[in-house]
């Protein structure tokens, strides 16, 4: 402990005084950076506060000369969703996991009983409550196009089996598995491999798809340590990584030490903040329907949580009985254009809370299609003020 405990405050001298010698010099277009360098030149010393604000400025200026800025268009968000779910059910699904196994405080194992239960019982409501169609559509997990039956089926035999693998924190379902759809989060990464020239090709497309694309293990994994017969015996089991693989892999070893776990516990809070924000929406919406409108809570039946199957494969946070029709529904903290939920044609709702601009009550919600409308008034028929 006292080891740790040494080594943690080296490792805040180092970074205090690697950020004072880069502010003496610092020659870039960042006002506050200059600001802060002409303070520290002129006093010669700062304090911890502002060391940090330099830090974070720093960082900032890092991103500033790379691609993210260009990642943030709806069209590279859903590219790089897509790319990060494939690549999350991948790394999670085969053999890439062998290469964490070692790991004490996140594990790339199964959940427990509870998880296996309740997203049985929440598949099976799901399927036994939705309108079916005969639509096939493509899944991260799937070779190919399949119902919505067939997926949920293809789920329950998984749950049935215990087959099915996720990064465990303790002995909980992580929050890190949300890092799939977290663009913000891959983004950071992928500008990061920019900077460092990592990526093939010109346009942000080119690059985003370099950053997912499988290669040899050993152009991008460090195998050094091992012997032949160890080598030999990684590249058979993980012939191939991408720099998406080897970025969790970087930053769940990095959880195991906490003087070297930055990029890690950034990474963890911007999905736990992102979360917050949905999930306080989610309560907010269910306050509403069982406090103010009265529904009866045999009425609502909620899939949010860490890991559900229903909110991650079909984006549908809960289903309430409206009008006597089970009615799914995905909740936003603000209003968005549309949802995924919308294209599996099952009668979705996206409900956000009104914009003070409307006149339109506590909700909006839109129909695939559609424009908004006054989930109060058109279900409820709630008087708007």
């Known amino acids: 402990m006292m080891r740790d405990l040494i080594k943690k405050i080296l490792s805040e001298q180092v970074e205090k005084y690697d950020t004072l010698e880069m502010l003496r010099n610092y020659d870039g277009n960042n006002e506050k950076l200059k600001d802060l360098g002409i303070e520290l030149r002129a006093l010669g010393k700062l304090s911890k506060t502002k060391i940090t604000d330099a830090i974070t400025q720093f960082k900032k200026d890092f991103y500033n000369h790379t691609i993210k800025d260009d990642l943030s268009t709806k069209n590279m968000q859903k590219e790089i969703q897509?790319?990060?779910?494939?690549?999350?059910?991948?790394?999670?699904?085969?053999?890439?996991?062998?290469?964490?196994?070692?790991?004490?405080?996140?594990?790339?194992?199964?959940?427990?009983?509870?998880?296996?239960?309740?997203?049985?019982?929440?598949?099976?409501f799901f399927n036994d409550h939705i309108v079916h169609n005969d639509t096939v559509f493509s899944f991260p997990d799937r070779d190919e196009q399949v119902s919505i039956s067939d997926e949920i089926n293809h789920l329950l035999k998984l749950l049935a089996k215990q087959d099915f693998w996720g990064f465990i924190e303790?002995?909980?379902?992580?929050?890190?598995?949300?890092?799939?759809?977290?663009?913000?989060?891959?983004?950071?990464?992928?500008?990061?491999?920019?900077?460092?020239?990592?990526?093939?090709?010109?346009?942000?497309?080119?690059?985003?798809?370099?950053?997912?694309?499988?290669?040899?293990?050993?152009?991008?994994?460090?195998?050094?340590?091992?012997?032949?017969?160890?080598?030999?015996?990684v590249k058979s089991k993980v012939p191939t990584l991408s720099f998406a693989d080897e970025d969790i892999i970087l930053l769940l070893q990095q959880s195991e030490s906490p003087d070297s776990n930055y990029d890690f516990n950034r990474m963890k809070a911007r999905i736990q903040k992102t979360t917050n924000q949905g999930e306080k929406a989610e309560k907010d919406f269910v306050d509403w329907l069982l406090y103010i409108v009265r529904i009866p809570q045999k009425n609502i039946q909620v899939f949010s949580s860490y890991g559900n199957l229903v909110d991650m494969?079909?984006?549908?946070?809960?289903?309430?009985?409206?009008?006597?029709?089970?009615?799914?529904?995905?909740?936003?903290?603000?209003?968005?254009?549309?949802?995924?939920?919308?294209?599996?044609?099952?009668?979705?709702?996206?409900?956000?809370?009104?914009?003070?601009?409307?006149?339109?009550?506590?909700?909006?919600?839109?129909?695939?299609?559609?424009?908004?409308?006054?989930?109060?008034?058109?279900?409820?028929?709630?008087?708007?003020?």
């Open 170 to 233: 303790g002995n909980e379902w992580s929050i890190l598995n949300r890092i799939n759809t977290h663009y913000t989060n891959w983004g950071k990464l992928i500008a990061k491999r920019d900077k460092n020239n990592d990526l093939e090709g010109k346009s942000t497309k080119e690059k985003v798809n370099s950053y997912f694309k499988e290669r040899p293990i050993d152009e991008i994994h460090d195998l050094s340590e091992l012997n032949d017969e160890q080598k030999n015996k």
């Open 313 to 385: 494969t079909f984006q549908c946070d809960l289903m309430v009985k409206l009008k006597g029709v089970w009615t799914p529904i995905q909740v936003k903290n603000k209003k968005v254009e549309s949802t995924k939920l919308f294209s599996y044609d099952i009668g979705g709702l996206l409900v956000y809370p009104s914009p003070s601009k409307y006149n339109c009550g506590e909700w909006t919600y839109k129909k695939e299609l559609t424009y908004e409308r006054s989930f109060d008034k058109d279900f409820f028929n709630l008087t708007c003020k």
């Open 82 to 124: 897509d790319l990060g779910t494939k690549a999350y059910n991948d790394f999670i699904r085969k053999d890439k996991k062998f290469l964490v196994n070692n790991l004490s405080k996140i594990k790339v194992d199964k959940p427990n009983e509870g998880w296996l239960k309740k997203n049985t019982n929440d598949l099976i």
